[in-house]
């Protein structure tokens, strides 16, 4: 089997960091992507946001754990901004992310492309020129940019992602098996239906250079998703994993539940359940990858 290891968004786990490395040792892991994180005695908030004396302290704890930052999931573009605002706050988050990026060794900072907005105007110039910029801003880094498709310009279909590696000069791409799910497809006309997980990730896989493991099941007539475990929804995870791991997949798989407290066990707080079925989501993606490479 290629070489392969394993991540996650340990926020889920818990906001405090002494929760994020406790799930990600239980689980022998040894990388978080970190997104937002509370470290003991300070503010929380995204890794880009907490103090420069939270971020010390955090970088001692995570030195002293063995567990390191293989991303860094950013704020920046995602859909609480607006391409209509000025880019003073983005570029604000950008600058600090990219002097804590190499401090953390991180390979990749992940990034949005703005909420869709008016389908008259998608303003794709300003994204194009303001996703330039944040690029360049990690130039001399050592760290990737890499854009998610989540419910933003890039993620409207598998053709606005190109459009954006296209654009963007040393963008990449992480792809998220199960944002289609939940997402239209702008490439299609009204009704629109979801997207087709496997559809995009097939033409756009050349770009693909890290990837997101979240599933869920889209239900037509209520009109509601329901998050799952890997491979038990509609997000194609084991045909695109298989695909990986076929054309020689190198990396990191990152979990994102977003299932908050899914196991629903009642001998627990909600804390506890959100804890557990981290876990329980990890060691769940670990068997199915055994599955795949027999």
């Known amino acids: 089997m290629p070489s392969i290891y394993y991540t996650g968004f340990a926020d889920e786990a818990g906001q405090e960091l002494e929760t994020q490395i406790k799930a990600t040792l239980e689980l022998g892991w040894n990388a978080i992507e970190m997104r937002n994180v509370k470290v003991r005695g300070f503010d929380g908030g995204n890794l880009h946001d907490i103090s420069d004396d939270a971020f010390e302290v955090l970088v001692d704890q995570l030195a002293a754990a063995g567990v390191h930052v293989n991303s860094f999931g950013s704020a920046i573009a995602n859909g609480a901004k607006s391409i209509l605002k000025p880019f003073d706050e983005c570029l604000a988050s950008t600058r600090r992310a990219a002097q804590r990026a190499p401090r953390l060794k991180a390979d990749f900072i992940r990034i949005m492309s703005y909420p869709i907005g008016d389908l008259a105007d998608l303003h794709e110039e300003e994204r194009f020129r303001r996703l330039r910029e944040i690029v360049a801003i990690f130039a001399d880094t050592g760290v990737t940019v890499v854009h998610e498709n989540c419910g933003n310009y890039g993620g409207m ?12 000069p040393g963008l990449k791409l992480v792809f998220d098996t199960g944002n289609p799910v939940n997402d239209a497809d702008y490439s299609k ?8 997980a496997w559809e995009f990730y097939r033409q756009v896989k050349e770009h693909v250079v890290y990837v997101h493991v979240k599933d869920g099941i889209w239900d037509k007539e209520t009109l509601k ?28 798989l990152s ?27 990890g060691r769940r993606l670990m068997a199915l990858m055994d599955r795949i490479g027999l």
């Open 157 to 168: 279909s598998w053709i606005n992602s190109l459009r954006l590696i296209e654009n963007v």
């Open 189 to 196: 006309p009204k009704p629109r239906p979801k997207q087709s």
């Open 225 to 252: 998703l329901t998050q799952c475990f890997p491979g038990e929804g509609q997000g194609d995870v084991e045909r695109i994993l298989r695909d990986l791991l076929a054309g020689g997949y190198s990396g990191g």
């Open 255 to 281: 979990i994102e539940p977003h299932m908050e407290a899914g196991l629903n066990d009642p001998s627990l707080t909600r804390e506890e359940n959100c804890y557990a079925t981290y876990v329980e989501y």
